[in-house]
């Protein structure tokens, strides 16, 4: 089985423009064979679906990210099967916006965590069953506390990087509890700072403790660079996946056009290995990189993933780390 991760993929401003003009699967470029190869496939989609709502206003933000509703045959497109919802553009047209893009998201049959009408909701997982294999994913979050979803409020879920808060010891119950229930466990954090290639010291810390709750792969964004990947107990945590699908203007230092298409090969309960396809964001579409391209970023990432002593060994089209064997 192949799950296919991806980081940030925003769909509003300039993209949106762009697809009043382009066929929705534009913006995933020559990607999606990739795509189409993997058995299930999810993102973090750092926009709202949906032609309502006014933008947020209750607490000071700069960016509000929307794309249109009809935008949905783009996740569809790629085949997108879970997104997570946890993060700081999920209410950015505020909560009827989110309502109507968690209804667009359940009609076209592509399940969402880590928001929802209230607490219960915003907390839950999700299970999808695959060839009789039980996949489960709770999303999370450390970005706008204000947005937390509460007993009878909607909203996202929060959860600040600190092993003794009480909102990370229920995120570690909630592991525990599902842990029984599940094949495989993936936790989606979107943590942190928008910028670094490493870690702050307390996602680690953090990571390895979800881990020993009983998460199996965590999947984080939020950064717009990629880090590095640890594993850890065997099990492969993905610090920040980068940008995949955006219009943002590139930093020549810390390049947010460059990153990966994460896939992790398992074999029933085991996780194998994972194989990184670098890519660039270009003409607000996602590319498989080429030539210079490959060598840059595949570089930058083994030079982060010896920070984690974690092997990285070039394939003819992609770099791939054991995870069996660590």
């Known amino acids: ?46 926009c709202v679906v949906s032609d309502i709502g006014q933008p947020w206003s209750v607490t000071p933000k700069i960016f ?69 294999f039980r996949i489960g994913l709770i999303s999370f979050t450390d970005n706008e506390p204000f947005w937390k979803a509460k007993e009878n409020k909607p909203g996202i879920f929060y959860v600040p990087i600190k092993t003794n808060d009480n909102r990370a010891k229920m995120l570690f119950e909630i592991i525990r509890r599902v842990r029984g229930e599940v094949d495989l466990l993936i936790i989606s954090a979107h943590w942190g700072p928008n910028w670094g290639y490493f870690p702050p010291k307390e996602h680690p810390l953090f990571a390895h403790a979800l881990i020993e709750a009983g998460a199996d792969i965590i999947f984080g964004h939020s950064s717009h660079v990629f880090r590095g990947v640890e594993i850890y107990q065997n099990r492969p945590i993905l610090y920040s996946t980068g940008n995949f699908i955006d219009d943002y203007a590139v930093d020549e230092i810390e390049r947010n056009d460059q990153s ?29 990189a080429k030539g210079e391209e490959v060598e840059e970023i595949t570089q930058k990432m083994i030079s982060l993933n010896e920070g984690f002593k974690t092997k990285s060994i070039w394939k003819k089209d992609y770099l791939e780390i054991p995870v069996c064997c660590n």
Not at 9 to 15: D, H, I, K
Request: overall charge negative; aromatic content about 10%.
């Open 64 to 132: 509000h990210f929307r794309t249109e509703t009809r935008n949905i045959k783009t996740l569809l497109a790629a085949g997108i099967d879970l997104v997570s919802l946890a993060n700081n553009h999920t209410l950015d047209y505020e909560y009827e916006a989110l309502f109507e893009m968690m209804e667009t998201l359940s009609k076209n049959k592509i399940c969402f965590s880590g928001a929802g009408r209230d607490i219960y909701e915003a907390s839950s997982p999700i299970i999808t069953e695959i060839q009789n």
């Open 1 to 46: 089985m192949n799950l296919l991760f991806v980081g940030d993929v925003m769909l509003g401003r300039l993209v949106n423009d762009l697809l009043k003009q382009v066929p929705p699967e534009y913006p995933w470029g020559d990607t999606l064979p990739i795509f189409q190869k993997a058995t299930l496939r999810i993102c973090n989609l750092e």
């Open 260 to 288: 990966f298409i994460f896939l992790v090969e398992t074999n029933g309960q085991k996780i194998l290995r994972l194989k990184l396809y670098p890519t660039l964001i270009e003409n607000f579409q996602a590319r498989l």
